[in-house]
């Protein structure tokens, strides 16, 4: 049996102090956490000057120190949270189907290292590990210390400056760890997560490499032959290409976010004396020259070292040496064979020869303890350049959820774990957009309407009000679900209104009267007809007197029918008065042009609506135009209410978020002559702490339609597009009036290529100013699918449930799902 032996006299850790690890060794380590960009949200622009600022940031450290950039990869699962207040039922439902969703959580530390001068390098016959210092050479010059701080210093600064990445230095606590919290040491030397409770662990090198339960694999890429023939800053990821398009990720993506395992992924440049280096290899150039004669072998190592002495001297190339490896665990033995497939496939993947170490795995997880990076085994390394180091260093990280109190739960697209993504607010906080208008384009078919309403109904739970204009009865369910007004029309059941009736909190102002005005004029006049000026203060007058008697007359209700009455006997009357001729106001033919919206006439239930009346305080209105669109009539009395609707919450409610989200329907008011309303609305509803939102699932309708073409896609920072592949083969004509860019361009024809057949989702792309671009998965409950669906048949069957418990939506859609389930 193995001889156990207590950490703490082979820990070559000296002391934690001044937010640094000091080795017994005199090497002094200063550590980061970094902050990466979201994997799939780089362009290849982007990837390069990301490679750059690597490069620079690598170039400014000293010589005899060490760059060790360390991934941490760890399976985790989400968890849900129940204990919100006033959780909604959709809500709720959302947090159950998402508990314990498997997903890799992304951590990344960046070490430097100073070694002391005259310190023995490492090998793999010599480690701490084995032998450790009986004396600490911690005598370190202040001055050169405080060379190597400020030297890190300006590390950090060249990559923070470069906007790719955040650096948060860790300090004593971070690195030694508190009570009831793993500290770096820790976490790396039992292999724990921060949120972790601190275990310690045995760690066994006998027979392979053994923390507690969890059984090791070690893959290293410590050898030039081993690595690919071509490297650089990006590489492309087939799943995402098409024909037209090429899709991107780093370099060293597939040890990365990419390896779906428990792993480390270390990377190691180790920075020495560049003189000397170059000197090493020149005597070695001429050894290998006078034994050319002798082999084959040694004539091509020469050429080979020549040419990288050229390079570094022609191109001022900084030489390293380069070490990188995947530590990969699992806890479970039968899982090691499928383990080791996946890290060795992921190396594959870059064109790289995997190569599992057993004998020297001991050292080289030894030298990566955060502090003992001086200690790695320089054999097990390899001469190389910084620039092409850098192209094996891991560029990006998973998707982050915003902490923003609003936005939309959308999944990230490896594993549909859920995030918090905020298109209104955040954007705008940190200038990416300068007004919170949507542009929403999808063919059918391609979840257009479902996204919005999942959009919709996350905007109203976070206490939006929201004014929906729809041609196609999408938001029906919803609608119902929380219990908003439904106007729509048919013969039973037509739509009904009152414009006159003035709600709680409401107020008689100019612009409430300004639009009873528009609409009566819209009734009485042709579209060519002219009004004059004395016909207008005819109707002002009319209005304010009918206004006075029902403050007078508590008995009148109001509506169309007793202001009619009002005009028929007082206001005629007043008229008469006042001698007021026919030419200037015919109260006659007023009368008679709106007798059919009187009680009795064709359209009497129009205007005299006695529910659903306080359109300003309820939050959540459907206008379903889809019967009237072409009623000559009726279609525009109802777009006049609606403008009057939005902008009267837009003007009077204060403070609170409101949004207007128009359907197809924007083509049919853009054709009576509302084109103006649009422009005004799409310039001005920012102001007013408003957003709208036009969907459209045509591209000609946009090539068409000049409105939609200046007005509302110039004023619409937040582009979201659904899958585009219908168009892929005349998609740059689209790509030229969206404004996108090449980069957008190949996310939005990347979506649904590669989705996951054991999940069911749509992808979704979102882009806001052109500035920051994404794709997500629109995946959710089945209790929201139910909600949203747009399917005849599942809305009638919720239709059904819903009938078996009074309509009451959450009974029947929570019934309907508990079937299907036992199913």
Known sequence: MAQAIDIERVLPIYRIENDCLLSVQGDITVAYEVTLPEIFS??????????????????????????????????????????????????????????????????????????????????????????????????????????????????????????????????????????????????????????????????????????????????????????????????????????????????????????????????????????????????????????????????????????????????????????????????????????????????????????????????????????????????????????????????????????????????????????NVDISDEPMKKGLITNRNKFILGPSGSGKSFFTNHMVRSYYEQGTHIVLVDVGHSYRGLCDLVKGYYFTYDEKNPIRFNPFYIGKGDVLDTEKKESIKTMLLALWKKDDETFGRSEYVALSNALQGYFEKLDKDNSLFPCFNTFYEYLQNEFSAILKADMVKDKDFDIGNFLYVLRPYYKGGEFDYLLNATENLDLLTERFIVFELDNIKDHPILFPVVTIIIMEVFISKMRKLKGIRKMILIEEAWKAIAKEGMAEYIKYLFKTVRKFFGEAIVVTQDVEDIISSPVVKQAIINNSDCKILLDQSKYQNKFDQVQELLGLTDKEKAQVLSMNKANDPARKYKEVF??????????????????????????????????????????????????????????
Not at 111 to 124: C, F, N, V
Request: proline letters at 4%; aromatic letters at 10%.
């Open 42 to 419: 780089l362009s290849n622009e982007e990837y390069e000057a990301f490679h750059q600022a690597w490069i620079k940031a690598i170039k400014i450290l000293p010589k005899h120190s060490i760059f060790h950039k360390q991934d941490w990869f760890i399976s985790d699962k989400v968890a849900a949270d129940f204990e919100k207040e006033d959780i909604s039922f959709l809500s709720r439902a959302s947090e159950r189907f998402f508990n314990e969703r498997p997903f890799l959580n992304h951590r990344c530390y960046i070490l430097l290292t100073k070694k002391p001068a005259g310190r023995k390098p490492a090998s793999s016959l010599f480690s701490n590990l084995l032998r450790r210092s009986i004396a600490p050479e911690i005598t370190v010059n202040p001055t050169l210390f405080q060379e190597f701080l400020d030297s890190a210093g300006q590390f950090e600064r060249i990559l923070s400056d470069s906007g790719f990445v955040k650096l948060n230095r860790l300090n004593n606590d971070a690195l030694a760890g508190i009570t009831g919290k793993p500290g770096l040491l820790a976490q790396y030397l039992f292999l724990q997560s921060p949120s972790e409770t601190p275990t310690i662990r045995d760690i066994h090198f006998k027979d392979g490499l053994k923390i507690g339960e969890n059984t090791c694999q070690l893959y290293t890429l410590s050898d030039a032959e081993d690595l690919p023939a071509l490297c650089g800053s990006r590489i492309n990821y087939d799943k995402y290409c098409t024909d037209k398009t090429k899709f991107s990720v780093g370099f060293a993506s597939t040890l990365g976010q990419l390896l779906s395992c428990n792993h480390i992924y270390n990377q190691y440049l180790f920075i020495d004396d560049t003189a000397k280096t170059l000197k090493l290899l020149e005597s070695k150039r001429r050894r290998l020259q006078s034994l050319s004669a002798y082999s084959r072998e040694n004539a091509i190592a020469r050429d080979a070292t020549a040419e990288f002495l050229n390079e570094a001297i022609a191109a001022q190339r900084l030489p390293v040496k380069a070490h990188f490896n995947v530590l990969a665990w699992t806890n479970n033995p039968a899982e090691l064979k499928d383990l080791r497939n996946q890290v060795a496939s992921a190396m594959v993947q870059m064109d790289a020869s995997p190569k599992q170490e057993t004998d020297g795995a001991p050292q080289i997880f030894w030298a990566g303890l955060p502090g003992n990076e001086a200690d790695f085994p320089l054999n097990d390394t390899f001469d190389t350049f910084a620039e092409q180091a850098a192209c094996f260093l891991n560029l990006e990280t998973g998707y982050r959820s915003s902490i923003s109190p609003i936005g939309i739960r959308l999944g990230d697209r490896l594993t549909g774990r859920p995030v």
């Open 766 to 823: 979102i882009s806001l100013g052109g500035m920051l671009s994404k794709v997500y998965a629109t995946e959710v409950s089945p209790e929201e699918y139910y909600a949203y669906t747009t399917e005849e048949s599942e809305k009638v069957k919720v239709q059904q449930y819903a009938a078996k418990f009074g309509g009451d939506m959450r009974k029947g859609i929570a019934a309907l799902v508990q079937d299907l389930q036992h199913q």
